[in-house]
């Protein structure tokens, strides 16, 4: 066959590409942003959408993806994963697996049973892509079996949704308990284990059916990629979650993917260092006058605390709750102000110290008795604690202490 010399215009386009894949192996996984692959004949494209496996397009499946879903089922112990845009992407994901009978393709869940303070955006997404649908839906206090038994009996829910450390306030669950509870009554359960992380606990191997992450938060952990991730236990739901996200196409992208992979290599590491930090902040907070309530699992004072203990395996997370004594809006914004190193932002797991007030953030769509109901007041600070050295945390919180307490009635001026 005759070779023809081709014209510059094509050879720009095509010059250097496609080269034999590489017969050493990278030590690291690169980025593939491309967004179809080449087999040698027809037929081998053929076999690859046959196997189901294979690289045919981006949406399928991407090498760089499929690295990091590999890896966070091993860390979450599973069969498979998929890796999603964001961590509400995965909760979507895991909601629409869940709720597919076995073995077939149904059009939605036949009933959902969430916690009662489970992430606002959760909330928001059962009720408005299914409750408004006519799925019916319930909440209930997930550390309250007796509860959870008594709302499955009535509405028979196939999915339930619980978040092991709950925001702001850290409730404790008891995961076997609750997959027991599911298990009885017929419903898959999904734990967003987004705060806990696989370093305190593994639901999975506790009886969950599926675990989600906001990869954002501790998997990333540097505060500079958004993703989620749905790990599956069976088979089943994992064939049933690539089929339904291939459809969907919230899938996560390659640059993402390897941001996250890499910062997954040091979520032990950071882990342990934020727990340490969050236990000392929360003893000293506990000491301080101008502070009144002290919420960590790690606490005797807290009420899951034996419970926390034993599931966590002597870690309690490294996030911490608190209140100012003094309530005005004033000592918050004070406080927040006063801040010189922790960054004020509504994001969690980084590896900086971050800060946020439910009341202005994450909560701020409740009125003030909505959220006295829930337990979270006007002066209510959430801390995600960081990786610094714990001594400059603390300084920078008796610093803001002081500057919000500076011109109140109960503050030393
Ligand atoms: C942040 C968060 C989500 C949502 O994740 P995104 O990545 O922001 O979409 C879900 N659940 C929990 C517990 C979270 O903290």
Redesign the pocket.
């Given at each position: 066959m005759h070779e023809h010399a081709r014209r510059l215009a094509t050879i720009v386009v095509h010059a250097g590409e496609r080269a034999a894949p590489l017969t050493a192996t990278p030590t690291t996984t690169p980025i593939y942003t491309s967004a179809t692959y080449v087999y040698p004949t027809l037929a081998a494209l053929d076999a690859a959408f046959a196997d189901g496996d294979g690289y045919v397009y981006t949406r399928h499946g991407n090498p760089t993806v499929a690295a990091l879903e590999a890896a966070v089922t091993a860390v979450e112990g599973g069969v498979g994963a998929i890796a999603c845009a964001?961590?509400?992407?995965a909760?979507h994901a895991a909601i629409l697996a869940a709720g597919t009978p076995r073995g077939e393709t149904g059009p939605q869940p036949r009933g959902i049973l969430i916690a009662r303070d489970i992430?606002g955006?959760?909330a928001v997404l059962v009720r408005e892509l299914f409750a408004a649908h006519g799925v019916p839906v319930a909440a209930v206090d997930m550390g309250d079996l007796a509860a959870v038994a008594a709302a499955c009996a009535e509405l028979h829910p196939d999915v339930i949704i619980a978040?092991q450390l709950s925001?702001p306030l850290l409730r404790v669950i008891d995961v076997a308990g609750l997959a027991r509870v599911a298990r009885t009554a017929g419903a898959r359960l999904i734990i967003?284990n987004?705060?806990a992380t696989p370093l305190l606990q593994q639901p999975l191997a506790l009886g969950a059916d599926l675990v989600v992450h906001?990869?954002?938060?501790y998997l990333s952990g540097h505060g500079d990629a958004?993703?989620?991730v749905v790990v599956a236990r069976s088979g089943l739901v994992r064939d049933t979650l690539v089929r339904q996200s291939r459809l969907i196409g919230a899938s996560l992208g390659p640059f993402e993917a390897q941001q996250i992979l890499r910062g997954l290599k040091t979520l032990a590491l950071r882990l342990e260092r934020q727990c340490a930090n969050a236990a000392q902040v929360a003893h000293w907070l506990a000491a301080q006058p101008a502070v009144t309530r002290v919420i960590y699992p790690g606490l005797a004072t807290h009420p899951q605390h034996a419970l926390a203990d034993v599931a966590f395996g002597g870690r309690f997370g490294a996030l911490v709750t608190f209140d100012l004594a003094d309530r005005s809006r004033m000592a918050l914004e004070r406080w927040f102000d006063g801040l010189r190193m922790i960054v004020p932002g509504t994001?969690?797991g980084d590896v900086f110290t971050l800060a946020s007030a439910p009341a202005v953030a994450s909560h701020r769509e409740l009125s003030v008795a909505q959220r006295a109901e829930r337990g979270i007041g006007e002066t209510t600070i959430r801390l995600s604690l960081g990786i610094e050295a714990v001594e400059d945390i603390i300084d920078d919180l008796a610093d803001a202490l002081q500057r919000a307490g500076d011109g109140s009635t109960t503050g030393e001026a």
């Open positions: 964001s961590g509400m992407a909760l992430y955006s959760t978040e925001n967003d987004t705060i906001s990869a954002t938060k958004a993703g989620g994001t969690l």
